[in-house]
């Protein structure tokens, strides 16, 4: 029997290889051998990335794996609503809200408040998705399907002929206390389907057209079987009679829980495919929801990361900050938005039980003058098959870094100083960057930079990694633009305080003088003398 197939691994001539392919020896400004041996790190560490997305869901779930790495790095809960306690430096910390945002925070232990910044990477834990209904019971030509709404811009067509499945969040009234319980679900196994039309049914056989409201309806079950099956949840059972029993029955049963305990149901529809590596080299990590939570997950590992390091806060000075917002994806109006109060309040209360005193209020506005956001979001990769789509000379390719995006009419929130703090920790963290602009004639999508950059004025640049089919129910990126993101978060930790200093003293010592000219009728009538010149 042949052994298993394993990743290939690369030759001694590699670099022979790619000069005989026309590629440059110097890749992305490393050598061949840099970029292979970051190439198999990228192999490695996407593995966890894979294992993460595949429990990561929904929205719930993202936050629920975050309290649980938090948690492993020494970080305790707290509460918005609850009093809290006098902060200090060498604390950690976290807190949710509605169950999925939430924000980490830490405090170096030379912390000073005059001299402090606050470090803040921002992602989102919502995408694309189809939703059930509050009332989801619809019947058609004998066949049990599901009313549901739209969640942000999908490329709902990509939905159609999917093994589909249900995950979220569902409450139920504990029968023995009658206090409301939140819980996580996931149906792992296939459940439902949204059919196409055959194409024997159609002239239209270059195209595919379909209506949101009457062709996104997932069916799951026939009324004839259905009714064999006889179930009857009983009066007592209230959703039942907006939700179909045998959905609800299959939900308590997997929680183990009365069918008249649930109360309500959040749930979204999803891929029951797994997350994936792809291609010949196992070169391309293929997955749902990739974004934001690529975002996610590379965030939270190197915040888990370096905080697993006992020396990271021992020499840290500043205020360390990880925060998921939800409902991106539809604008981040919401409670747990980015639009929402969420960093700046909690940012707030932080300073205030740190700093005690009448100036503290002026010390947390000055800190946030000092401060730095890195928005992460994911990029658009260059498309072979629309390449017309991409600008010329802002091509964005996998494995060649990560993507600082730029919008001259701040879809996105880089700014030529942002931009320069960015690339300079990308330099000592050893990561290559790649920039990204939308063509003059396409619409430029946005992120939460410009938002939080808006609300708390602290400098804030975009960034995200390349990838395909963005907004797709399967999304395409690679492995090695994963792990330079998470290594460029890393750096901006460890590094951003001192680049800071030493770009801001730059420029207070480097000024440029000039001379005005204008004409002589100017000159005569502000009686200034400039020689004849103009």
Known sequence: RRPPRSTPKPSSAASDVYKRQGINAEYMGFSIRQGMEAFKIGQDFSKKIIDNLNLCVSPYHVVELAKKKLGGCGFQEIKESE??????????YYLTRNLTSLMAFSVGEKFDPKTATMKVVATHT??????????????????????????????WHTWFDRDLTLAGKITIKNSSTNALETRLFHYKDALLRIPTLAIHFTRSYDKFEFNLEQHLRPLF??????????????????????????????????LKVAPKEIVDMDLNLIDTQAASFLGV????????????????????????????????LKNDGDLNIFIMFDHEEIGSKSLQGALSNFLTEITKRIFDKIVSGPDSND??????????????????????NYADKHQDVHPVHMHKGVVLKTNMNMSYATDSVSGLILKEIAKKSNVPIQDFVVKCDSLC????????????????????IGQLSMH?????????????????????????????????????????????????????????DLGGRR
């Open 472 to 528: 797709s129910i399967r999304e395409l990126c690679g492995t090695t633009d994963c792990f330079y993101y998470y290594k460029l978060m890393m750096g901006f930790y460890s590094d951003y305080h001192n680049i800071d200093k030493k770009i801001m003293m730059c420029q207070s010592q480097h000024h440029i003088t000039c001379l005005l000219y204008t004409s002589d009728a100017a000159d005569e009538g502000l009686g200034v």
């Open 221 to 254: 079950a026939t009324d004839v079987v259905d009714k064999m099956a006889g179930l009857d949840l009983g009066a007592d059972c209230e959703l039942a009679t907006r939700q179909y029993p045998a959905i609800v029955k299959l939900v308590a049963d997997e």
């Open 126 to 155: 919502d995408s694309p998705v189809l939703k059930f209904s509050p009332n989801a019971k619809m019947q058609k030509a004998g066949y049990l399907q599901s009313s549901v709404q739209l969640y942000g811009g999908g490329i």
């Open 363 to 384: 010390l947390y506005w000055a800190a946030l003058r000092r401060s730095f956001l890195l928005s992460a979001d994911l990029a658009h990769a260059i498309n072979p």
């Open 445 to 464: 999508g946005t992120t939460v930079g410009p938002l939080l950059c808006t609300n708390t004025g602290i400098k804030t640049v975009d960034i995200g």
């Open 281 to 312: 080299h196992k070169e391309f990590i293929s997955a749902p929801r990739m974004d934001n939570q690529i975002s996610c997950q590379c965030g939270m590992e190197a915040f888990s990361d370096l905080h697993s390091k006992p020396d990271f």
């Open 83 to 92: 009093p809290w306690t006098k902060l200090v430096p060498g604390c950690k």
